[in-house]
């Protein structure tokens, strides 16, 4: 395994990070653990989890499988702080002080450590002000609870306030950012990797297999799988608006670069993000053990100046052809996308 610098941090990071949303979901503890287990033996030291993934069940499983396995050390842990944790509740969510520091104390508890290696706001929140963030976490740095401090789906203008911010105050200041990334979409060419690149910001991108749409189990006429995640896109807003008709354009220009270097098309996709400039590890989310050993493929995959070139003309750069980017979606506010 390469390791690369996380941004300006000095903390080595495999150039995959193991996504552990879908523990607590479909995959079961025992599947979990395994899971964990295996990308650790084949390199991986990055894993990626947040309070809101089954309201607490992820956290769990992924403490469980450190504590089993004893590998805590080992690892650089990530988790998040935004999401609705109770229905009936009204300040169990957003990036206010009370929820971060209480989700802070619950998130060490669920994956029983001593310390979060980045904790990172998992959504912007316009109606609370940044220092009023900051100031949380910069305690929670302080305190030794947290050691780094990121963001997820912000906008390069939020990362950029937040700075001005910290070093006004004399704050900790957010060192990563987890933007949605992938062949589908990569608006965050625009302005988000250009100034995590001049900032150091680490940049640990989610969904780089677009929720499963660069994986050529969608066909073109062809209904989604039943078990699959986009079966489900009649009735959900976020899914439907994610499956555009341009998208099977772009799979089928995919499926020839992929048989022409012998990889499956997940690993192909996988691969242009994790050598795309400025992004430093990219979260896998493998459900099942063979879902794992395929994306642990895509390392083994080179990408030529030629590739590039073709995918840039079916998916130019800055563009997207299918919506990751974004932090809201009509009324269903405070819901994590994903």
């Known amino acids: 395994m390469e390791y690369r610098t996380y941004g300006r941090t000095g903390i080595q990071v495999s150039p995959l990070c193991l996504g552990c949303m879908n523990f607590g979901r479909k995959t079961t503890p025992d599947d979990a653990y395994a899971i964990i287990d295996r990308a650790l033996d084949a390199g991986i030291n990055f894993l990626d989890t947040a309070n809101v993934y089954s309201r607490g069940r992820s956290e769990e499983i992924t403490g469980e499988a450190l504590k089993r396995n004893g590998r805590r050390h080992q690892v650089i842990l990530a988790t998040k702080v935004h999401g609705r944790m109770a229905d009936d509740d009204p300040n169990a969510f957003g990036n206010s002080r009370r929820h971060i520091i209480e989700q802070c104390e619950a998130s060490l508890r669920r994956l029983q450590t001593d310390y979060i290696d980045i904790y990172q706001i998992h959504r912007p929140q316009s109606n609370i002000p940044m220092d009023e963030t900051l100031r949380a976490l910069d ?40 933007p949605p990334y992938n062949l589908l979409d990569r608006r965050i060419e625009r302005e988000l990797i250009p100034m995590a690149q001049t900032f150091g910001i680490g940049l640990m991108p989610w969904s780089p297999l677009a929720g499963g749409l660069l994986t050529g189990k969608y066909r073109r006429g062809e209904p989604p799988p039943p078990d699959s995640r986009f079966a489900e896109a009649a009735t959900n807003p976020m899914l439907k608006a994610r499956m555009t008709a341009h998208f099977y354009d772009v799979v089928e220009g995919l499926q020839p670069i992929a048989a022409e270097k012998g990889c499956t098309l997940s690993q192909l996709a996988l691969a242009w993000v994790v050598h795309q400039p400025g992004v430093h590890s990219a979260i896998i989310g493998p459900r099942t053990m063979e879902q794992l050993e395929d994306n642990l493929g895509a390392l083994e995959v080179a990408i030529t100046d030629e590739d590039r070139r073709r995918i840039d003309a079916l998916v130019p750069p800055g563009s997207a052809v299918s919506p990751f980017y974004q932090a809201d979606f009509g009324p269903h506010r405070h819901r994590i996308l994903v």
């Not at 306030?161 to 957010?174: C, V, Y």
Request: aromatic share 12%; charged share 20%; no cysteine.
């Open 139 to 178: 305690d929670l740095v302080r305190a030794g609870k947290v050691r780094y401090l990121g963001t997820s789906t912000f906008g390069a203008w939020q990362i950029v306030e937040s700075l001005w911010i910290a070093k006004e105050l004399g704050l900790n200041r957010f060192v990563s950012e987890q």
